[in-house]
């Protein structure tokens, strides 16, 4: 199961940009408007796998079950969704934020052996699990060979 890409250095240049955007981001590119960007997030997952079926859990807290689609193609999982932007009162100052809103997708490569008819999603308490069944695989059965 293929389950994510990793791309270093985009992320080495979000940390630097985070970390001190005048000093470390590289010359002759516009220095982002941090306050104001809008980040790719995408939910961690657990991928696990039992005797009848596979297990995948997402950790998508304050996200709405309705805001969240899960289609199974050409045998990939994928699951995409939104978490909106929590509403703030005028009063509020916040001193340091490090929850991300947003759309995100994630897609899983799934095994041949899986049955499509009795995949099922559940979400509660801020974790999407779906249940992917396994088919039946029939298993050859031996063959005597004589020996000559």
């Known amino acids: 199961m293929k389950l994510?890409?990793?791309?270093?250095?985009?992320?080495?240049?979000?940390?630097?940009a985070r970390t001190n955007p005048a000093h470390f981001w590289p010359t002759g590119r516009a220095l982002p408007d941090i306050a104001n960007a809008k980040f790719q997030w995408a939910p961690s997952a657990d991928i696990s796998e039992t005797d009848q079926?596979?297990?995948?859990?997402?950790?998508?807290?304050a996200v709405r079950k309705e805001d969240v689609q899960v289609t199974l193609e050409d045998g990939a999982?994928?699951?995409?969704?939104?978490?909106?932007?929590?509403?703030?009162?005028?009063?509020?100052?916040?001193?340091?934020v490090e929850s991300f809103s947003g759309e995100f997708s994630r897609v899983f490569s799934l095994p041949e052996n899986?049955?499509?008819?009795?995949?099922?999603?559940?979400?509660?308490?801020?974790?999407?699990?779906?249940?992917i069944p396994k088919r039946a695989v029939a298993k050859p059965a031996p063959v005597a060979i004589r020996v000559n």
Do not use: C, N
Not at 53 to 61: G, I
Not at 84 to 95: A, G, M, N, R
Not at 117 to 125: H, I, L, N, T, Y
């Open 77 to 96: 999982l994928t699951i995409h969704g939104e978490r909106k932007q929590q509403q703030t009162e005028k009063s509020e100052k916040f001193h340091r």
């Open 114 to 131: 899986v049955d499509p008819a009795g995949v099922r999603a559940e979400s509660k308490d801020g974790v999407l699990t779906v249940h």
């Open 4 to 16: 994510t890409v990793w791309e270093p250095f985009r992320d080495m240049e979000q940390f630097m």
């Open 53 to 61: 079926e596979y297990l995948v859990r997402a950790q998508l807290p």
